[in-house]
Protein backbone atom coordinates (compact mmCIF):
# COMPACT_ATOMS: atom_id res chain seq x y z
CA UNK A 1 0.00 0.00 0.00
CA UNK A 2 1.13 3.38 -0.63
CA UNK A 3 1.61 6.02 2.19
CA UNK A 4 2.45 8.99 -0.43
CA UNK A 5 -1.02 10.58 0.90
CA UNK A 6 0.57 11.64 3.72
CA UNK A 7 2.36 14.36 1.91
CA UNK A 8 -0.26 14.76 -0.78
CA UNK A 9 -1.37 18.52 -1.49
CA UNK A 10 -4.78 17.93 -0.28
CA UNK A 11 -3.71 16.72 3.33
CA UNK A 12 -1.21 19.53 3.01
CA UNK A 13 -3.66 22.13 2.49
CA UNK A 14 -5.87 20.39 5.05
CA UNK A 15 -3.32 20.84 7.55
CA UNK A 16 -4.08 23.57 9.56
CA UNK A 17 -7.84 22.46 10.05
CA UNK A 18 -6.22 19.19 10.99
CA UNK A 19 -4.47 20.56 13.71
CA UNK A 20 -7.27 22.92 14.99
CA UNK A 21 -9.82 20.03 14.95
CA UNK A 22 -7.24 17.58 16.74
CA UNK A 23 -6.84 19.92 19.22
CA UNK A 24 -10.15 20.35 19.92
CA UNK A 25 -10.61 16.96 19.58
CA UNK A 26 -8.00 16.56 22.65
CA UNK A 27 -9.29 18.66 24.63
CA UNK A 28 -13.16 17.71 24.65
CA UNK A 29 -12.50 13.89 24.74
CA UNK A 30 -12.97 13.00 28.65
CA UNK A 31 -10.70 11.37 30.13
CA UNK A 32 -12.31 8.02 31.21
CA UNK A 33 -10.06 5.54 33.43
CA UNK A 34 -8.43 2.06 32.84
CA UNK A 35 -10.71 -0.92 34.06
CA UNK A 36 -10.69 -1.33 38.13
CA UNK A 37 -10.37 -4.69 39.54
CA UNK A 38 -8.05 -8.02 39.09
CA UNK A 39 -6.48 -8.34 35.68
CA UNK A 40 -6.63 -12.06 36.21
CA UNK A 41 -10.21 -14.23 36.03
CA UNK A 42 -11.36 -17.34 34.67
CA UNK A 43 -14.73 -17.58 32.52
CA UNK A 44 -16.53 -20.96 31.76
CA UNK A 45 -19.37 -23.28 31.42
CA UNK A 46 -22.69 -21.22 33.38
CA UNK A 47 -20.19 -18.22 33.25
CA UNK A 48 -20.20 -16.96 29.90
CA UNK A 49 -23.54 -15.07 30.34
CA UNK A 50 -22.61 -11.21 29.96
CA UNK A 51 -22.27 -8.82 32.80
CA UNK A 52 -25.55 -7.66 33.86
CA UNK A 53 -26.76 -4.75 32.00
CA UNK A 54 -25.62 -6.04 28.89
CA UNK A 55 -28.36 -7.04 25.66
CA UNK A 56 -27.86 -10.55 24.55
CA UNK A 57 -29.25 -8.77 21.89
CA UNK A 58 -27.01 -6.90 19.05
CA UNK A 59 -27.55 -3.11 18.71
CA UNK A 60 -27.96 -3.08 22.82
CA UNK A 61 -26.02 -0.44 24.18
CA UNK A 62 -25.24 0.74 27.70
CA UNK A 63 -22.48 -0.08 30.67
CA UNK A 64 -22.91 -2.92 32.69
CA UNK A 65 -23.97 -2.04 36.34
CA UNK A 66 -22.25 -4.95 38.09
CA UNK A 67 -19.99 -7.57 36.99
CA UNK A 68 -21.69 -11.41 36.01
CA UNK A 69 -19.82 -12.84 39.01
CA UNK A 70 -19.28 -15.09 36.39
CA UNK A 71 -15.07 -14.65 36.02
CA UNK A 72 -14.53 -17.15 39.40
CA UNK A 73 -10.88 -15.66 39.74
CA UNK A 74 -7.30 -17.29 39.35
CA UNK A 75 -7.71 -21.04 39.48
CA UNK A 76 -11.64 -21.47 39.14
CA UNK A 77 -13.34 -23.25 36.67
CA UNK A 78 -16.62 -21.67 36.30
CA UNK A 79 -18.25 -25.27 36.00
CA UNK A 80 -16.70 -25.56 32.81
CA UNK A 81 -14.88 -29.64 32.02
CA UNK A 82 -11.79 -29.80 30.33
CA UNK A 83 -8.18 -28.58 31.08
CA UNK A 84 -7.76 -24.33 31.63
CA UNK A 85 -6.94 -22.82 28.03
CA UNK A 86 -4.89 -19.41 29.29
CA UNK A 87 -5.71 -16.05 27.61
CA UNK A 88 -3.39 -12.70 27.77
CA UNK A 89 -4.22 -9.68 26.74
CA UNK A 90 -1.24 -7.24 26.09
CA UNK A 91 -1.29 -3.69 25.12
CA UNK A 92 -3.06 -0.13 25.16
CA UNK A 93 -5.99 1.48 26.47
CA UNK A 94 -8.98 -0.73 24.78
CA UNK A 95 -7.05 -3.96 26.49
CA UNK A 96 -7.04 -1.93 30.01
CA UNK A 97 -10.61 -2.01 29.96
CA UNK A 98 -10.93 1.87 29.70
CA UNK A 99 -14.51 2.66 28.88
CA UNK A 100 -16.00 0.24 31.38
CA UNK A 101 -15.77 -0.20 35.04
CA UNK A 102 -14.24 -3.34 35.22
CA UNK A 103 -12.03 -6.09 33.13
CA UNK A 104 -15.38 -8.56 33.08
CA UNK A 105 -17.12 -6.35 31.05
CA UNK A 106 -13.94 -5.18 29.01
CA UNK A 107 -12.09 -6.95 25.76
CA UNK A 108 -10.67 -9.72 27.96
CA UNK A 109 -13.50 -10.58 29.96
CA UNK A 110 -15.80 -10.91 27.07
CA UNK A 111 -13.11 -12.79 24.65
CA UNK A 112 -13.08 -15.22 28.10
CA UNK A 113 -16.27 -15.64 27.73
CA UNK A 114 -16.75 -16.06 23.99
CA UNK A 115 -13.99 -19.14 23.88
CA UNK A 116 -15.66 -20.60 26.38
CA UNK A 117 -18.47 -20.82 25.06
CA UNK A 118 -16.98 -22.16 21.70
CA UNK A 119 -15.56 -24.93 23.55
CA UNK A 120 -17.55 -25.60 26.87
CA UNK A 121 -14.06 -25.61 28.57
CA UNK A 122 -12.57 -22.48 31.61
CA UNK A 123 -10.50 -19.74 30.36
CA UNK A 124 -8.70 -18.28 32.44
CA UNK A 125 -7.44 -14.29 31.18
CA UNK A 126 -4.97 -12.02 32.11
CA UNK A 127 -4.27 -8.86 31.49
CA UNK A 128 -0.91 -6.60 30.87
CA UNK A 129 -2.08 -3.42 29.59
CA UNK A 130 -1.50 0.30 30.19
CA UNK A 131 -3.72 3.32 28.57
CA UNK A 132 -1.29 5.11 26.11
CA UNK A 133 1.01 3.10 25.48
CA UNK A 134 2.58 2.23 22.65
CA UNK A 135 4.36 -0.44 20.76
CA UNK A 136 7.82 0.46 21.83
CA UNK A 137 7.01 0.91 25.84
CA UNK A 138 4.21 -1.94 25.36
CA UNK A 139 7.42 -4.16 24.16
CA UNK A 140 9.95 -3.10 27.33
CA UNK A 141 7.45 -2.62 29.89
CA UNK A 142 3.88 -4.60 29.90
CA UNK A 143 5.78 -8.22 27.49
CA UNK A 144 7.78 -8.73 31.05
CA UNK A 145 4.12 -8.96 32.99
CA UNK A 146 3.13 -11.79 30.71
CA UNK A 147 2.00 -14.58 32.79
CA UNK A 148 2.27 -18.45 31.10
CA UNK A 149 -0.46 -18.05 28.19
CA UNK A 150 -1.74 -20.37 25.13
CA UNK A 151 -2.62 -17.23 23.12
CA UNK A 152 -1.38 -13.45 23.30
CA UNK A 153 -4.21 -11.20 21.91
CA UNK A 154 -2.22 -7.44 21.21
CA UNK A 155 -4.08 -4.56 20.82
CA UNK A 156 -2.20 -2.07 19.71
CA UNK A 157 -1.99 0.85 17.54
CA UNK A 158 -4.14 3.85 18.17
CA UNK A 159 -1.53 5.59 20.24
CA UNK A 160 0.51 5.10 16.77
CA UNK A 161 -1.86 6.53 14.85
CA UNK A 162 -2.06 9.61 17.07
CA UNK A 163 1.81 10.21 17.81
CA UNK A 164 2.11 10.08 13.76
CA UNK A 165 4.35 6.72 13.62
CA UNK A 166 6.01 5.78 10.40
CA UNK A 167 4.58 2.69 9.16
CA UNK A 168 7.84 2.04 8.08
CA UNK A 169 9.37 2.40 12.33
CA UNK A 170 5.89 1.05 12.90
CA UNK A 171 6.70 -2.55 11.21
CA UNK A 172 10.22 -2.64 12.75
CA UNK A 173 8.65 -1.61 16.51
CA UNK A 174 5.82 -4.79 16.06
CA UNK A 175 8.39 -7.14 14.79
CA UNK A 176 10.38 -6.48 17.96
CA UNK A 177 7.26 -6.78 19.85
CA UNK A 178 6.78 -10.11 18.76
CA UNK A 179 10.12 -11.11 19.34
CA UNK A 180 9.95 -10.31 22.82
CA UNK A 181 6.79 -12.18 23.67
CA UNK A 182 8.06 -15.32 21.94
CA UNK A 183 11.26 -14.77 24.17
CA UNK A 184 9.00 -14.30 27.24
CA UNK A 185 6.63 -17.24 26.58
CA UNK A 186 8.39 -19.52 23.35
CA UNK A 187 5.95 -20.72 20.88
CA UNK A 188 2.80 -19.10 22.34
CA UNK A 189 0.47 -18.33 19.40
CA UNK A 190 -0.15 -14.52 18.68
CA UNK A 191 -3.34 -12.50 17.62
CA UNK A 192 -2.84 -9.24 16.66
CA UNK A 193 -5.97 -7.14 16.61
CA UNK A 194 -5.83 -5.74 13.28
CA UNK A 195 -6.75 -1.15 13.40
CA UNK A 196 -10.37 -0.19 14.84
CA UNK A 197 -12.24 1.62 11.87
CA UNK A 198 -11.13 4.94 12.78
CA UNK A 199 -12.41 6.78 9.25
CA UNK A 200 -16.29 6.04 10.41
CA UNK A 201 -15.83 7.03 14.04
CA UNK A 202 -18.72 9.44 14.59
CA UNK A 203 -17.74 11.50 17.07
CA UNK A 204 -14.64 12.62 14.96
CA UNK A 205 -15.19 15.30 12.88
CA UNK A 206 -14.17 15.48 9.21
CA UNK A 207 -11.54 15.74 7.15
CA UNK A 208 -10.04 14.37 10.21
CA UNK A 209 -11.58 11.57 10.52
CA UNK A 210 -11.02 10.64 6.93
CA UNK A 211 -7.68 11.41 7.46
CA UNK A 212 -7.09 9.55 10.39
CA UNK A 213 -9.15 6.74 8.81
CA UNK A 214 -6.49 6.41 5.75
CA UNK A 215 -3.69 6.21 8.75
CA UNK A 216 -5.08 4.01 9.94
CA UNK A 217 -5.98 1.76 6.94
CA UNK A 218 -1.76 2.08 6.33
CA UNK A 219 -0.75 1.28 9.73
CA UNK A 220 -2.86 -2.40 9.48
CA UNK A 221 -1.57 -3.01 6.49
CA UNK A 222 1.70 -2.95 8.10
CA UNK A 223 -0.08 -5.03 11.05
CA UNK A 224 -1.29 -7.85 8.15
CA UNK A 225 2.84 -8.01 6.69
CA UNK A 226 4.07 -8.55 10.24
CA UNK A 227 1.54 -11.25 10.90
CA UNK A 228 2.00 -12.85 7.34
CA UNK A 229 5.50 -12.66 7.90
CA UNK A 230 5.97 -14.26 11.74
CA UNK A 231 4.73 -18.22 12.05
CA UNK A 232 1.68 -18.31 14.50
CA UNK A 233 1.04 -14.76 13.78
CA UNK A 234 -2.39 -14.19 13.11
CA UNK A 235 -3.59 -10.66 12.30
CA UNK A 236 -7.08 -9.89 12.90
CA UNK A 237 -9.61 -7.77 11.12
CA UNK A 238 -11.53 -5.60 13.25
CA UNK A 239 -14.81 -5.64 11.52
CA UNK A 240 -17.25 -3.96 14.23
CA UNK A 241 -20.20 -2.15 14.02
CA UNK A 242 -19.49 0.91 15.42
CA UNK A 243 -21.87 3.00 14.15
CA UNK A 244 -24.51 1.07 16.45
CA UNK A 245 -26.12 3.02 19.39
CA UNK A 246 -24.31 2.50 22.38
CA UNK A 247 -21.18 0.95 20.89
CA UNK A 248 -19.20 3.85 22.46
CA UNK A 249 -18.45 4.68 26.03
CA UNK A 250 -19.57 8.72 27.30
CA UNK A 251 -16.27 9.69 25.81
CA UNK A 252 -17.16 8.89 22.24
CA UNK A 253 -13.69 7.43 21.98
CA UNK A 254 -13.36 3.76 23.67
CA UNK A 255 -16.00 1.00 23.64
CA UNK A 256 -18.81 0.99 26.07
CA UNK A 257 -19.29 -2.81 27.51
CA UNK A 258 -21.36 -3.67 24.08
CA UNK A 259 -18.43 -2.18 22.00
CA UNK A 260 -16.43 -4.81 23.88
CA UNK A 261 -18.46 -7.26 23.21
CA UNK A 262 -18.73 -7.05 19.30
CA UNK A 263 -15.43 -6.88 19.29
CA UNK A 264 -14.63 -9.90 21.27
CA UNK A 265 -17.02 -11.90 19.03
CA UNK A 266 -15.03 -11.08 16.20
CA UNK A 267 -11.86 -11.70 17.67
CA UNK A 268 -12.74 -14.95 19.31
CA UNK A 269 -12.28 -16.75 15.77
CA UNK A 270 -8.87 -16.33 15.36
CA UNK A 271 -7.73 -18.07 18.38
CA UNK A 272 -6.50 -21.24 18.43
CA UNK A 273 -8.32 -23.91 19.57
CA UNK A 274 -8.55 -23.91 23.46
CA UNK A 275 -9.16 -27.81 23.66
CA UNK A 276 -5.21 -28.18 22.71
CA UNK A 277 -2.20 -29.27 24.91
CA UNK A 278 -1.32 -25.75 27.27
CA UNK A 279 1.29 -23.73 26.05
CA UNK A 280 4.75 -23.17 27.83
CA UNK A 281 6.06 -21.40 30.77
CA UNK A 282 7.12 -18.27 30.81
CA UNK A 283 11.18 -17.41 30.61
CA UNK A 284 12.46 -16.64 34.02
Do not use: C, K
Not at 62 to 72: E, K, M, N, T, V
Not at 103 to 122: C, N, Q, S
Not at 226 to 234: F, H, K, M, S, T
Amino acid sequence: MSTGWLASPATVALAPMLVVQGMRIRRGIPRLPEAAGPRTGVAGGAAVAPPTGVSESPGAGGAADAPSGGLDGPGGSGGAAGPVFRLAVLGESTAAGVGVATHDEGLAGFLAREAAARTGRPVRWQVAARSGVNTRTTTAELVPLLEPADVVVVALGVNELLELNRPRRFRGELRELVAAVRRRLPGVPIVVAGMPPVGRFPALPQPLRAVLGLRARALDHVMRDVARGAEGVVHATAEVPVETAGFFASDGFHPSATGYRYWAEALVQALPDPSGPPGPPAAG
